[in-house]
């Protein structure tokens, strides 16, 4: 697995197979399925990961090494649910 890491947040695990664009955007599959805007290149691509069992988009930080769970992230299904 890959996993695109912005600020220390694991913004999504992608497969190794996959292809990546690393520029002004970076962008994911062919045809691109999605995009992301690294204007300010800060975007990481991290590869050869194991993810954490429990692992949602945005739930973790990711130096690299360890997975730490994120104290800000919030469940989208309940926040949604509670609309």
């Known amino acids: 697995m890959k996993t695109l890491v912005k600020n220390g947040v694991s913004l999504i695990a992608i ?5 990546i664009t690393h520029g002004i955007f970076i ?11 690294n204007h300010d290149n800060s975007i ?3 590869s050869d ?6 692992y949602k988009p945005k739930k973790f930080l990711f130096d690299g090494k360890t997975w730490t769970k994120w104290q800000d992230w ?3 299904n ?6």
């Open 44 to 46: 990481s691509i991290i």
């Open 78 to 83: 309940i926040t949604a649910a509670k609309r």
């Open 49 to 54: 990961v194991t993810l954490p069992p429990d």
């Open 15 to 19: 497969e190794d197979n996959t292809p």
């Open 74 to 76: 919030k469940n989208p």
């Open 27 to 37: 962008e994911v599959g062919n045809p691109v399925f999605l995009r992301f805007d």
